[in-house]
């Protein structure tokens, strides 16, 4: 990129850290949200939903109005809402006499913000002068991941002398974040988009055959990655019995680093590798990890396993969105919105099949007769239940990825 644009990167780059921030921060909470607030794994559940629901329908709502009010005040609103949410977050379960309201209106202003960020980031760096672009789509991704580690490690290692009767503190700190970078959009340069007479019309994106398996490829990446990382934590600490620092720093946060490493891999040096086949043998190697993760009852195997599913997902969503740029490359703001609304249906749709079959299988006739003969903890069991079911995406994934042409 050029060094005109040197600073604009970076506002996407802390950009990227906001929206880690807002998918990340409450399932490190999950814990202390059910022990203060007695909220199910369902609810759990439905909070994910809502906040990728949210994103989702902004997805859709962005194709219309952020060309007409431009893509700078549309940052300006991103993180507004980014930072107003969080701090709601912190705020209103404590106030509020429904708790889980207050989280879930926390929850739909900050994915409000997450959901414009997704939108816009992308195409900004898309947008800017430079050569190699997937790979610098793949370094931009980079910091969800180093963000995500961040909001996790940080977030745990606070909580230690903060204790749990503190947690809202949390929230309020990574809000500083959202409103910091509120700042840097009101003046960093931004490229010129593709012209409306350029940009290739929305029906004809949406009637062709490749844009539509692009769309289920998307879903499927939203959905293998979303699954086990808003699960991660407790998995470990409920599933595998370990404490909830360990649980954070080796479930979630070693996810994180694994996905991260993936993807500055793929920035440094992906001219040198092949993108389609690369997300192949990511595909199969997140159907291995997720059955491992769901079938194997030793602790260590089982998160390491579900730590390597963090580099398997590494390349899909950042991946899926260079190929479609290839394949598009005037499909503009409308390309990058309906793809990641396609990932936020798979973001919400993984957690919350998950949690939905972890409940489920618990109250079933089959669950006594298994957690009998495997000597395992109901939530153990019902945790392993529904990862085994998420199975289903990474599957679809490699077959869908298989019959994707750029090319054609």
Request: positive net charge; proline residues 4%.
């Amino acid at each position: 990129m050029t060094n005109r644009y040197q600073k604009t990167i970076y506002a996407c780059y802390l950009g990227y850290i906001t929206q880690a921030i807002i998918n990340n921060l409450a399932p490190i909470l999950f814990v202390i949200f059910q022990d203060k607030f007695n909220i199910s794994y369902s609810q759990l559940g439905q909070l994910i939903l809502m906040n990728f629901g949210t994103q989702l329908i902004v997805d859709i709502l962005s194709i219309k109005f952020v060309d007409k009010i431009g893509y700078r005040c549309s940052c300006l609103i991103a993180h507004g809402c980014a930072a107003l949410g969080l701090i709601m977050l912190g705020i209103l379960p404590n106030i509020m006499d429904n708790s889980y309201a207050g989280l879930l209106l926390a929850a739909t202003i900050y994915a409000i913000g997450g959901g414009l960020i997704e939108v816009l980031i992308s195409p900004i760096v898309e947008s800017c002068p430079g050569d190699a672009k997937a790979a610098a789509m793949s370094l931009l991704h980079s910091f969800y991941c180093w963000g995500q580690v961040a909001v996790v490690a940080i977030s745990t290692l606070l909580l230690l002398p903060l204790g749990t009767d503190y947690w809202f503190v949390l929230p309020l700190l990574w809000a500083l974040i959202p409103i910091f970078n509120f700042f840097n959009f009101m003046k960093v340069p931004l490229a010129p988009m593709i012209s409306e007479e350029e940009r290739m019309p929305v029906k004809s994106l949406l009637t062709s055959k490749g844009f539509k398996l692009a769309m289920v490829l998307m879903i499927c990446a939203g959905a293998s990655e979303l699954a086990m990382s808003q699960w991660s934590s407790l998995f470990a600490e409920r599933g595998l019995g370990v404490s909830k620092v360990i649980g954070d720093l080796l479930g979630a946060c070693l996810f994180a680093v694994c996905m991260g490493i993936g993807r500055t891999i793929y920035g440094l040096y992906g001219d040198r590798i092949h993108l389609r086949k690369a997300l192949s043998a990511c595909s199969v190697l997140c159907i291995i990890c997720y059955m491992v993760t769901a079938l194997v009852n030793i602790p260590f195997i089982s998160l390491a396993a579900c730590a390597l599913t963090g580099f398997s997902v590494s390349l899909m969503w950042p991946g899926m969105f260079s190929l479609s740029i290839a394949k598009f490359p005037a499909g503009g703001t409308a390309l990058f919105a309906i793809l990641a609304m396609c990932g936020d249906i798979g973001c919400a749709s993984g957690p919350w099949i998950t949690g939905i079959v972890s409940d489920l299988f618990q109250k079933t006739s089959l669950f006594s007769n298994i957690q009998a003969a495997a000597l395992m903890a109901p939530e153990q069991l019902g945790i392993k239940a529904g990862l085994l079911v998420a199975v289903i995406f990474p599957i679809v994934m490699f077959i869908s990825v298989r019959k994707f042409r750029v090319s054609e």
